[in-house]
């Protein structure tokens, strides 16, 4: 790869003296003798390291360096030797600062540093991008629906910010991979993510397991041990159904997220540390603490940001995304050739409830690759229950039928979704209860519940041809 140097002066002498030491060492030179300039040319992608100027015609080398944002090690050159420039040039991102008239050992051993601190930032780049890969790998959360994708935008904002977050949603939804996604979005990503379920871990245990424990201080205590806030320290702590832990943990897990510190159980010794807190839970806390089951000065605490994890079944439109990557994944780890849903097994995934949204869906699927031997997966292989007859409320029905609109509806542009659909709610139940009421208006306006020069108004702008509607 070429290597570029920006040498931007206009000193003759002193341009012409690098120069000749960067060809030396194979640099291909690119020259400037005014600001604008310097400033274009530093403001390209491919230079490998820059030499600037403070006092150059048109713009100093101070302000191209605050206003142009570079990847190249950049050393200041100047005959000003003042506090304030080397301030400047320092919280600006210069790599070093050269006093003129230099020596040119001294100007070599800057070069050389700032080509290996370059490169040695390029190598832990390149590290840190396979690690978030790695970790984004395991923590994949599908999705295309409007829905989900206001659902990433909210997490693209909330990700980079050192708050603390309530993940809510039904159980099954994925509040702990939307933690991990979180956290490997934030700038703590290669710190660690620790998990502790609340709901999953007795309580006589929970506080040992939160805060750790010193060698004797119970039974059974034979050794110190770390807990998962001393785990998490410098990265995010995630707290699963927080809703279930009880009000003596509260108090103390309160004050750990106050004052920053705990104490072991049986220390005595205040161990400070610096976690991001994700929290989640499934449950209505608001109700929980009218209840006086939940701490409302916790819940202010932990309710700093807010998401919302939709439930599968009102993100119809991903499901069968999801199947199939669930299903690739499935097939791999069981080393059998990868299977697919039938268009009809699609279409029941699709309208069948998931109340235990992903995490049922992905147990259904996992059992299908396991028992049937077929590539292509049939409702009879996936055996869902079947749902009782009628046991579908109108607003699931109108909502089943409403979807396909909505979701081909742009939400960048004004729209007049509402006039174009309501007449075909308003045009069927009109209908509906004339042919129920014999046609009686007066009847069918106190059955409807509104006024009847409303009703004659409404078979009026809906074209109702009432004529045409009874028996011949």
């Not at 790998?137 to 994708?149: A, L, M, P, Y």
């Not at 990557?325 to 097994?345: D, G, N, V």
């Not at 699609?346 to 869906?361: H, Y």
Request: aromatic share 6%; charged share 30%; proline share 4%.
């Amino acid at each position: 790869m070429e290597k570029k140097v920006l040498i931007a002066d206009d000193d003759e002498s002193i341009v012409w003296v690098l120069e000749k030491l960067f060809t030396e060492k194979g640099f291909t030179v690119i020259k400037a003798s005014e600001g604008r300039t310097a400033a274009r040319e530093l403001a390209k992608k491919d230079l490998t390291m820059a030499m600037l100027d403070i006092n150059m015609p048109e713009q100093d080398g101070l302000t191209i360096l605050k206003k142009v944002h570079t990847e190249a090690p950049v050393i200041i050159m100047t005959a000003e030797a003042t506090m304030d420039n080397t301030l400047t040039a320092m919280k600006s991102g210069a790599f070093d600062y050269l006093i003129k008239p230099f020596d040119m050992t001294e100007v070599e051993i800057a070069i050389d540093k700032a080509l290996e601190n370059a490169a040695l930032k390029k190598e832990v780049s390149s590290l840190k991008k396979q690690l978030k890969e790695h970790l984004l790998q395991e923590s994949v959360f599908i999705g295309k629906s409007r829905i989900i994708g206001r659902l990433f935008k909210d997490i693209g904002r909330v990700a980079p910010k050192n708050v603390p977050v309530l993940l809510t949603g039904e159980s099954g939804t994925g509040k702990e991979l939307l933690a991990k996604l979180i956290h490997t979005n934030s700038p703590r990503a290669e710190r660690p993510f620790i998990a502790v379920n609340s709901a999953a871990i007795p309580s006589e245990l929970m506080e040992s397991e939160l805060f750790g424990h010193v060698k004797g201080a119970f039974t059974g205590a034979t050794s110190e041990r770390k807990g998962k806030f001393e785990l998490a320290d410098t990265g995010t702590l995630f707290l699963d159904e927080i809703g279930d832990m009880e009000q003596k943990l509260q108090a103390k897990l309160l004050r750990a997220i106050q004052e920053g510190e705990f104490y072991k159980v049986g220390g005595s010794k205040p161990i400070k540390v610096d976690i991001r807190l994700i929290s989640a839970t499934n449950q209505d806390l608001k109700e929980k603490i009218k209840e006086k089951k939940f701490r409302e000065d916790l819940f202010f605490r932990i309710n700093v940001i807010t998401i919302n994890i939709p439930p599968l079944r009102e993100r119809k439109s991903d499901i069968v995304l999801i199947a199939e990557y669930l299903l690739a994944l499935f097939s791999a780890e069981m080393k059998t050739e990868p299977r697919q849903l039938s268009k009809q097994a699609e279409r029941e995934i699709t309208f069948f409830p998931w109340p235990g949204n992903v995490r049922e869906l992905g147990n259904v699927l996992r059992r299908a690759v396991l028992l049937s031997p077929s590539m292509i997966l049939t409702p009879d292989d996936l055996a869902l229950p079947k749902k009782k007859e009628g046991s579908d409320s109108i607003e699931d029905m109108i909502k089943r039928r409403l979807e396909p609109f909505v979701e081909k509806t742009s939400t960048d542009e004004n729209g007049d979704l509402y006039d174009f659909i309501m007449p075909f709610m308003e045009r069927p139940l009109i209908k509906l209860v004339l042919r129920k009421t014999g046609f009686n208006q007066v009847n069918t306006a106190k059955v409807l519940g509104i006024n009847r020069n409303t009703l004659r108004k409404k078979i009026k702008t809906l074209k109702i041809k009432i004529k045409d509607m009874r028996p011949n």
